[in-house]
């Protein structure tokens, strides 16, 4: 049914932390802001939840240098003060009626494809900088290879588990 419907259907290990790095330094970046903003009151850590998710989208990233919270919403967010005994400003009737469409139109226009080369040029650098201390080695098919034993009990154990024959490659990369 997979290749009836053109599906490429990809098998990978269970559960790995390490499988998806920007998912889990996320998780990294939230539990660090709200620790340290509970300051041991971890009771009630769903009140920090709202302050902890605003201090995170004001901070400017990296790879975009901009805050997550102007690329959402195409305006700056507000400084953290009491704004209750400020009036709003309202519109006159001889100003732009189409202020807000304008800066969408623009963040599209022009912001998001400078966004998304920055990243582009950002993540190339990032990968030669990789590739340069990381060599790939490609082991043809029916290479007898052995693996690493992840746990050993003592020194005298062997250090390896095999020797393995490698029998394929997916489209992955993995074999």
Do not use: C
Not at 90 to 103: A, F, L, Q, Y
Not at 124 to 144: M, R
């Amino acid at each position: 049914m997979m290749s009836a419907i053109k599906i490429d259907h990809r098998l990978i290990s269970a559960y790995h932390p390490r499988a998806n790095g920007a998912a889990e330094n996320t998780v990294k970046t939230v539990k660090a802001t709200m620790t340290k903003m509970m300051n041991g009151q971890s009771r009630d850590w769903d009140y920090y939840v709202p302050t902890a998710q605003m201090t995170i989208n004001a901070k400017v990233a990296k790879l975009t240098n901009s805050t997550p919270f102007a690329l959402m919403f195409a305006r700056k967010i507000n400084n953290f003060k009491n704004y209750k005994n400020i009036e709003a400003k309202k519109t006159s009737s001889g100003s732009h009626p189409n202020i807000m469409e304008d800066r969408i139109r623009d963040m599209t226009s022009i912001v998001l494809p400078a966004i998304i080369q920055r990243t582009k040029d950002v993540r190339g650098a990032s990968q030669k900088k990789f590739d340069a201390t990381h060599k790939i080695v490609d082991y043809p098919i029916g290479t007898l290879v052995s693996l690493l034993k992840p746990t050993r009990t003592n020194q005298m154990e062997a250090k390896y588990n095999g020797p393995f024959t490698i029998v394929k490659r997916n489209k992955g990369g993995a074999y």
